[in-house]
């Protein structure tokens, strides 16, 4: 957040990506003697904007210490990269103080000088001088360069990581790149490594798959999951698949007990929402969500519901403030919830600490409901969606970054849907979204949000994240659209509660989602790369 921080942060950039190129560009002449094949024999796959620098300083290399000429030299660079888009929100694209790069890297930016001007005359000239679409794709523009941008311009395919993300790609983010150069934009599905996220961190599943679905054949060939499917009403398979999950409940549970000396219960449904804390995944509809049913069993004694262990990990970025207040709530919630008799056996919530991939890989196998609740349209893609998937935990989820894709192999009644669609939440923030009038109509979302005012029982009260749900703290109230989806969260909520309640019901759905998960791993996703943007052959496992 500071000056030092920033400069940093180029410095390395440019630090790797320099030493990256140099050393392919060594191991090339010596190999060919000259780079003038150099695209026919590389692909620089530029993953997300950090490593955007490779275009000028590949660009260097071939003007400075090779000699070629600019048509040559960028003949060759943008025979080179191609870019993967990893997130459509805007402040999460890089653009860099023109000052720092001009002081930092003074070659480099009289190389970007040249490649801005040259695009800025080719799109002038295509789209007839108008500056509405000129200035929006412009690279250096206002004091700054914008990463994205450059990489637009450049590279010859540009990939979003989900069918729907690379949709918003085209008809939204770069809509008027997409319009000039159509084929240029590609869609590559994330996956998931499914020997490390499967065969490695959940063996007692691995060997119930193995048993199912041929000995190793899964593990070279993930489609063979699919063979899972014959089991589906195995009255003996789903048994052992759910005694499975109640195993690996209990082994984290032990796990927690001995980091922290929190005891989870176990007979509860483990509810998980583990991911990077950001406003636009939500983790703050969970939390009202929570008090909701806090409060309503407190009022209803008779309020009937499956119990629930709610457990988050999160981890915000320095100087994100809000996504700490919201960690500081999981946490005031969670106190209140621990200290309170009435929840005994029934709700739970716990904020795991330090959340990383080790934990990760302990907590996927123990996990029944996946929490993937991000705005429509926000999430690029998800992993952990496809990690909690393939360990049979079925998802609450909204059509979002890669849900789109499982809800297309799982089908309604395999995946627990709710909330706004992409398109409509377009629609609704272009008419005027007004979330106080949610508010106002609906008085179980408005005791919950009165309770933030108050506090949690622990002397910290949350008016700032009440404020910023009904006025907005100088943006737009409630931006991403929290109470407009709560009313179909509770919904969807009330249907996976009751579905928990029939054990080979919800198996069989636990069985459908791994069955079905082979479509995401990442061997699938990296034969997309080489078939369809780094021209590689692909060799066929057998
Ligand atoms: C998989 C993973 C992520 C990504 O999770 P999403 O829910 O897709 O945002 C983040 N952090 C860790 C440690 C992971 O293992």
């Known amino acids: 957040n500071h000056y030092e921080g920033k400069s940093l942060r180029l410095k390395q950039q440019y630090f790797f990506v320099s030493a990256t190129i140099q050393s392919i560009v060594r191991k090339h002449r010596a190999e060919y003697g000259t780079l003038r094949n150099f695209h026919l024999k590389h692909v620089i796959q530029i993953n997300d904007t950090h490593p955007t620098l490779a275009i000028p300083e590949l660009m260097r290399i071939l003007l400075d210490e090779e000699g070629y000429g600019w048509e040559e030299a960028w003949y060759i660079t943008t025979h080179t990269v191609a870019y993967t888009n990893h997130t459509v929100m805007a402040e999460a694209l890089e653009r860099w103080p023109q000052q720092l790069i001009e002081s930092l890297l003074p070659r480099i930016w009289q190389i970007l000088i040249e490649i801005s001007n040259r695009y800025q005359d080719a799109l002038t000239a295509y789209f007839h001088g108008d500056l509405s679409k000129v200035a929006p794709m412009a690279i250096i523009w206002g004091g700054e360069v914008r990463m994205a941008n450059l990489c637009v311009c450049a590279c010859f395919k540009v990939n979003g990581v989900s069918a729907l993300h690379s949709d918003i790609l085209k008809h939204d983010v770069f809509h008027d790149a997409y319009t000039r150069t159509p084929d240029k934009f590609t869609n590559v599905t994330n996956g998931i490594d499914h020997r490390r996220w499967l065969a490695e961190s959940n063996p007692k599943l691995d060997a119930l798959i193995q048993e199912c679905c041929g000995k190793d054949k899964y593990l070279l060939q993930p489609e063979a999951l699919k063979n899972l499917e014959k089991f589906q009403d195995d009255a003996g398979v789903l048994s ?303």
């Open 240 to 542: 052992r698949l759910g005694q499975i999950k109640a195993e690996n409940k209990k082994a984290f549970a032990a796990w927690v007990q001995r980091e922290s000396g929190i005891v989870l219960n176990t007979d509860a449904i483990f509810d998980v929402q583990v991911k990077r804390l950001h406003e636009y995944k939500r983790q703050l509809l969970n939390v009202l969500h929570i008090i909701y049913l806090y409060q309503h069993m407190k009022n209803d004694p008779h309020f009937d519901f499956a119990p629930r262990t709610y457990l988050f990990g999160a981890k915000a970025a320095p100087g994100y403030a809000v996504a700490k207040r919201i960690i500081r709530l999981i946490n005031s919630v969670s106190d209140m919830i621990a200290k309170d008799p009435a929840c005994k056996d029934r709700l739970q919530v716990v904020f795991l600490e330090n959340y990383r991939v080790s934990l990760a890989e302990k907590l996927m196998p123990a996990s029944e409901l996946s929490e993937q609740i991000s705005t429509a349209g926000k999430e690029a893609s998800g992993t952990g969606n496809m990690k909690f998937m393939m360990n049979g935990a079925v998802t609450i989820g909204t059509l979002d970054g890669a849900n789109v894709e499982m809800h297309q192999v799982l089908g309604d009644e395999n995946i627990f849907l709710f909330g706004l669609k992409a398109h409509e939440v377009a629609e609704l923030k272009q008419k005027g979204y007004k979330s106080y009038e949610y508010y106002v109509h609906n008085p179980d979302l408005r005791a919950v949000v009165d309770q933030l005012n108050v506090g949690f029982g622990d002397g910290v009260a949350y008016d700032d994240i009440a404020r910023r749900l009904l006025f907005g703290d100088g943006g737009a109230a409630d931006e991403y659209l929290l109470l407009a989806d709560f009313e179909s969260y509770r919904d969807a909520h009330v249907r996976a509660g009751l579905a928990y309640q029939d054990p080979k019901a919800w198996n069989k759905m636990s069985l459908l989602n791994i069955a079905r998960s082979g479509i995401f791993a990442a061997d699938r996703s990296i034969r997309d790369y080489a078939k369809d943007i780094w021209n590689v052959p692909v060799r066929e496992i057998k």
